[in-house]
Every structure is written in C-alpha cells, then in structure tokens.
C-alpha cells in the first residue's frame, strides 16, 4: 500500500503528520519500501519518533510517542515523561509547578504538580533505570477528557502511545494485520 495512503487514512482518524512533516522526513531514516510492505505497522511506529535530521527536536506526529520506558536516569526523568504525555494529549500547560526527584542509588524517587487546580504528589517504585508504569498511568489518567485517551501497542521496552478517541483507536487496529492492536492503556 503507498505510503501517501497510510498517511492520509491515520491523519483522517487523528494520527496526522505534525505542520511541516513531510514524506521525505520519513524517508530520510527508512526506505519506502519498508512502509509500504508492512502497511500501518512500521508508520504508527515511526510517528511517535523525532524527525532525524535539522532542525532536531520535531516530532512526526503531535498524538504520538513512542517511550523507550527504560529512560530513568535520574533528576528529570518524571518530568520528561509528563511533558511528552501533555503534548500528544493535546494538552502541553496541563500540568503545572513540575517537579520530580529520582536518586536510583537511594531507590526514592517522585513527582510533584498541579493539574485542574489540584496538587498531585506521586510516589515512583525505583527498578533500575525503568519507569514506573503505574506512575506513568497516573499521570494518563490525569489528562484523559473530551472522549480521548491513551492507547497502545504491545512493542516490548517501547510503549508507542497514541491519543485517539474510541472509535478511530479500533478502525485503526482494523488496519493492522499483525494481530496487534491498539489497546488502551487505562481500560475503562
């Protein structure tokens, strides 16, 4: 299938190329033939990436992200993750007064912010360098409105997460032929 119909058919159910992403974006790091084999697949992948070339730092898609959850190395690393949720949840001042702490030597480790007028102050389990999911749900659950929510696909230590309403998540996983769908990531 032609790369320019798969990337027609996500932006129509919300996974549309950030302003400014361009086909040849994609096809700096990856053949077209590899989209094209693998329809869907390889591109809902890609989209949650950053374009790798100048000007660093842009997202292919503005409701994607794909979160290597091995990523906790110290200081920071909780106030990353909340950052990226806000912005493919549409929502980038969602969370204000971000603060975290992380000291894997000590194994404490939290985040503090305020989101809706309420302080939220969660406490993270330290496994080495790997995010604490549950934390990392919390913080979902705490931008989840309007119909939307997270969802997933089952990709091992990367978790591609896409902000999508109900009904586009399942036409998308229509889509697929792997046998791996989107899932939500806080099953209602």
């Not at 974006?25 to 077209?32: Q, T």
């Not at 030597?105 to 809706?116: F, H, L, N, P, Q």
């Not at 496994?127 to 990392?136: C, F, P, Q, S």
Request: glycine fraction near 6%; aromatic fraction near 10%.
């Amino acid at each position: 299938m032609e790369l320019d119909i798969q990337i027609t058919r996500l932006a129509e159910l919300g996974l549309p190329l950030a302003a400014g992403r361009t086909i040849d974006d994609l096809l700096y790091s990856l053949p077209r033939d590899l989209f094209e084999r693998r329809p869907y697949e390889l591109l809902l992948s890609v989209l949650g990436v950053e374009v790798e070339r100048e000007p660093w730092g842009r997202w292919f898609c503005d409701r994607a992200w794909s979160f290597d959850t091995e990523c906790v190395h110290g200081p920071g690393a909780y106030v990353g993750i909340a950052r990226q949720l806000c912005r493919i949840a549409g929502r980038p001042d969602a969370f204000t007064d971000v603060q975290d702490h992380v000291d894997l030597e000590s194994r404490k480790a939290w985040i503090e912010y305020t989101v809706d007028g309420r302080r939220q102050r969660w406490t993270a389990e330290v496994h080495d360098d790997w995010a604490d999911t549950l934390l990392v749900s919390y913080l979902m659950d705490d931008l989840e409105q309007g119909g939307h929510r997270f969802w997933t696909r089952d990709n091992g230590q990367i978790m591609n997460l896409y902000f999508l309403d109900d009904a586009a998540a399942h036409a998308i996983s229509r889509l697929l032929t792997d046998g791996r769908p989107l899932v939500p990531v806080l099953p209602r």
